[in-house]
Structures are given as C-alpha cells and as structure tokens.
C-alpha cells in the first residue's frame, strides 16, 4: 500500500473511511450480496504509514544500488583496464570503424590520490547505472497501487521505452562521441614543444561525461511525450519551432564535443533525428490524450 491507498479505494467504491462495502452492492456474477474487495484494499494507511513506506521503498532501491557498487568494486580491474581505458588505445575497434588513425594515449597521474579517486568514481558511476533499475523497481512498486490497470501498462511502456534510449545513448557517447572527441585533442597540438599528456582524473571524468550526458539527451523523445500528454507540446507546436531546435542542437553539440564541425554533426545529427522522431510521438501522445478525455466524458 502507498499514498495512492486512499485512491485504490475509492476507485473500488469501498469509500474514504470504511472499508466495508454496501450491502446492497452486486457482485460480479449479478448476485447479491457484498463484495471481497482485494487483499491491498482491506486497510487505509496514514500519511504517516506512507512516508514509512516510502522510506522503506527509498531504503531497499539504494540498497539494491549499493550491492552493485559492491559488485563493480569487485570487477573493478576489468571495468577500467578493459572499458574505461579502451578509447585510450589505438587499437580500439571504433577507431578502425570509424576509420579514424589513432595511437595509444599517454596519460598520467599527477595527484597523491588521483588514482584512488579515480577508481572510486568508477565504481560508484558503473554501479548507480547497473543498480538503478533496481531503485525503479522499488518505487514502481511504491506507486503502483494507486494506478489504473491503464496507467500501469503506460507506465511500464514508459520505463522500458526511457531505459532503450538511455542505454541507446550510452552507448553512442561511449562508441561515437568519446573516440572521436579523444582523437581530436590527442591530435590537435599549438606547437611542437608541447606534448599531449592527459591527467587520468580528467580523462576519466571526460568519458563518463560523454557517455552519460549522451545518454540524458536521447531521453528527449520520453520527456517530450510526457509534455505532450500534460497538454505542453504539440506537434504542430514542435514543427513551428524545428529551426530554432536545430540552433539548440547545435549549441548542445558544441557543449558535448570539441569544437570542430565533424564531431558536433556526428552528436546533432542524431539528436535532430531524435527531434523529428519526438514530433511523432508528441503525435500519438495528444492522440492518446484526446481519446482518454472522450471516454472520461462518456
């Protein structure tokens, strides 16, 4: 039960203070006599007993993200020498993809503690993403009593819909951008008396930011069929305004890649794509909106 209790069961029509059910009520057979209502229905909690249960939703989710902390703290050699350090070596397969000629990096610690923090923010940002969809689990579990049967089938299209394309641009940070982005300042040299040497804090750093700020981004679509299905975007609204999303994408792509014109298309390209995609789903978010109001004023 959560702080959508109360709403359970008034939309079971038990009431707001009893949970006992009129007696002249039909059951489903067309019998007389009460009705059982479900086992989650039988006891109205608190807003007390909520916030417990909320703390104890909060509580297990962070939980769930610290046993995969622990877990990537245990493979923590593999994830940096084979994942984090892969784009750092010239024989990394994008870069032969990509057909781009790159040479191993050289990067240096130039702090006490640079390498124990470096590592240690490994861990932590490897396990917060293995560890999150647990954290969602708990809070799904938190609110989905209170749904409409509709509402939960939404919702679950939702979060896998979200995870596909956080992962999506994960993915495409870490294979795409990252590589090239290396590439670029390990060749780009003001003189010939000084040599590229990379500080591992920020090279570590650097590639998280790509990956995951990559990531965040392609979660545009989601949150633009949230607005629309809020009434805020249409896609009438999104087609007047293509010209001036295309200069935001564009800043976007400066802020996330170096500054030369080949690396920001290759991040703005996709993000336009994902723009004219979002239209559509702001399309069949209003569809689905305007078909919800008409079976509510039924």
């Known amino acids: 039960m959560n702080v959508f209790g109360s709403g359970v069961l008034k939309r079971l029509g038990l ?5 006992e059910p009129s007696p002249e009520a039909m059951r489903g057979d067309g019998a007389t006599g009460p009705i059982e209502p479900p086992e989650e229905a039988l006891v109205e909690m608190s807003f007390l007993d909520h916030l417990e249960d909320l703390r104890w939703a909060l509580l297990k989710g962070m939980g769930g993200v610290l046993v ?5 703290a245990i493979f923590s050699r593999w994830i940096i020498d084979v994942i984090l350090l892969g784009p750092a070596q010239g024989d ?10 790159a040479e191993d990096l050289v990067l240096q610690n130039r702090t006490i503690t640079g390498q124990f923090f470096a590592e240690l923010g490994t861990v932590v940002a490897a396990g917060i993403v293995m560890g999150s969809p647990i954290f969602v689990y708990f809070m799904w579990k938190f609110i989905e009593p209170g749904l409409y049967p509709n509402e939960r089938k939404g919702l679950r299209f939702s979060a896998v819909f979200a995870t596909l394309f956080f992962m999506l641009g994960i993915a495409f940070g870490y294979l795409i951008v990252a590589p090239v982005a290396l590439h670029f300042f390990a060749n780009y040299i003001i003189s010939d008396q000084i040599e590229n040497i990379f500080d591992i804090t920020k090279y570590f750093s650097m590639v998280v930011w790509w990956a995951f700020g990559t990531g965040l981004l392609f ?7 949230f607005l629309a299905k809020m009434g805020f975007a249409t896609p009438e609204m999104m087609r007047a305004y293509r010209k ?8 976007v792509a400066a802020l996330f890649t170096p500054p030369d014109p080949v690396s920001q298309m290759l991040i703005a390209i996709p993000l336009m794509l994902l723009y004219e995609g979002s239209i559509y789903v702001a399309a069949f ?10 079976e509510a004023l039924k």
């Open 15 to 19: 009431g707001s203070s009893s949970t």
């Open 68 to 72: 995969a902390v622990v877990i990537c």
């Open 92 to 101: 990394f397969f994008m870069y032969q993809a990509l057909g781009l000629n």
């Open 219 to 225: 979660e545009l679509p989601v949150v633009v069929f």
């Open 244 to 251: 001036y999303a295309f200069i935001g994408v564009l800043v």
């Open 285 to 294: 978010a209003v569809r689905k909106r305007k078909r919800e109001l008409r």
